[in-house]
C-alpha cells in the first residue's frame, strides 16, 4: 500500500485564488512528521512546511498552511492568494518515528499550475 | 550559509561503467541523505548518514551502490556496472539534530543518464 497518496496529478489555479492540494497518509506509529517540498521546474527541493503527530494546531508559514485532519490520516496544503511564482510540483512526505528510520518517504506529487 | 551542493550537475555515460556524485551538506549539519529521483515521480530515500555512520539502506540501494562520508562531512555516492535503469536524478540532502521537525535541506541535485 502506498504511504503518501496524492490524488491530484495537476491542477490549473487562477492567480490570487487560493488552493488545496491534497495528502493522504498510511503508518501505524503513533509518532511522524509530515512535510510539503516545492519542486519547481529548476529542480531544486524547497522545504515549506512541517507538521508533526502530536502537534495540536494546524502548521502555518505565510501563505502555506496544513490543514491536518490525524482521524482522516490526511495533511492537506492550502496555499492563499496564489502568485505565477507558485507553478510547481509539489511533493507530500512522511518519517515516521521510532526504529531509528529518518529517510522520507515521498508521495507521486502534484503539478501545479497558476493562470494569469 | 551556502546550502548543499551537489558535483557534478549532469552526469553522461556508457552502460557498463561506474559513476561517482559528491554531496557537501550544510555545513554545521551531522545527517546527510541520498535518494533517487525518476521523471514524475517523488523522489526514493537510498540511505543516509550521522556524521560517518552509514545508519539506514534502503533496498533499492542494490551492492553495485556503495555510499561512504569518511569524515562526516561530504559525501560520495558511487553506482558500479551502470545499468540503464540507473537513470535518474540522485539527490542529496541535509539535517541538522535529531529533532523530529528538522527538515531536510536539498541539493539541486546530479541528473545521470545512461547511454
Known amino acids: 500500500a502506498q504511504k503518501i497518496t496524492q490524488t491530484q496529478p495537476g491542477m490549473f489555479v487562477q492567480e490570487k485564488e487560493a488552493v488545496t492540494l491534497d495528502c493522504t497518509y498510511d503508518?501505524?506509529?503513533?509518532?511522524?512528521?509530515l512535510f510539503w517540498y516545492k519542486q519547481p521546474s529548476s529542480g531544486e527541493m524547497i522545504f515549506l512546511i512541517y507538521?508533526?503527530?502530536?502537534?495540536?494546531q494546524n502548521a502555518t508559514e505565510g501563505r502555506y498552511s496544513l490543514n491536518f485532519q490525524k482521524a482522516r490520516k490526511s495533511a492537506n496544503l492550502v496555499i492563499s492568494a496564489s502568485q505565477l511564482g507558485d507553478s510547481a510540483m509539489y511533493f507530500c512526505?512522511?518519517?515516521?518515528?521510532?526504529?531509528?528510520?529518518?529517510?522520507?518517504?515521498f508521495g507521486k506529487g502534484t503539478h501545479l499550475i497558476i493562470q494569469p | 550559509d551556502t546550502g548543499v551542493s551537489q558535483d557534478p550537475r549532469h552526469k553522461i555515460t556508457k552502460r557498463g561503467q561506474n559513476v561517482t556524485f559528491r554531496c557537501d551538506p550544510i555545513?554545521?549539519?551531522?545527517?546527510l541523505y541520498w535518494y533517487r529521483q525518476t521523471l514524475g515521480q517523488g523522489p526514493e530515500f537510498l540511505t543516509y548518514f550521522q556524521n560517518e555512520a552509514q545508519l539506514e539502506k534502503s533496498r533499492l540501494l542494490s551492492d553495485r551502490f556503495s555510499a561512504e562520508r569518511p569524515k562526516g562531512s561530504f559525501s560520495t555516492l558511487e553506482i558500479q556496472r551502470t545499468e540503464q535503469g540507473d537513470s535518474a536524478m540522485y539527490l542529496c540532502?541535509?539535517?541538522?539534530?535529531?529533532?523530529?521537525?528538522?527538515?531536510?535541506?536539498f541539493g539541486d541535485g546530479t541528473r545521470l543518464s545512461i547511454l
Open positions: 512526505a512522511m518519517r515516521e518515528g521510532g526504529g531509528g528510520a529518518d529517510g522520507l518517504t
Open positions: 503508518t501505524s506509529d503513533p509518532s511522524y512528521g
Open positions: 555545513s554545521e549539519h551531522n545527517r
Open positions: 507538521q508533526g503527530s502530536y502537534d495540536q
Open positions: 540532502a541535509s539535517s541538522s539534530g535529531q529533532a523530529r521537525n528538522q527538515p531536510q535541506h
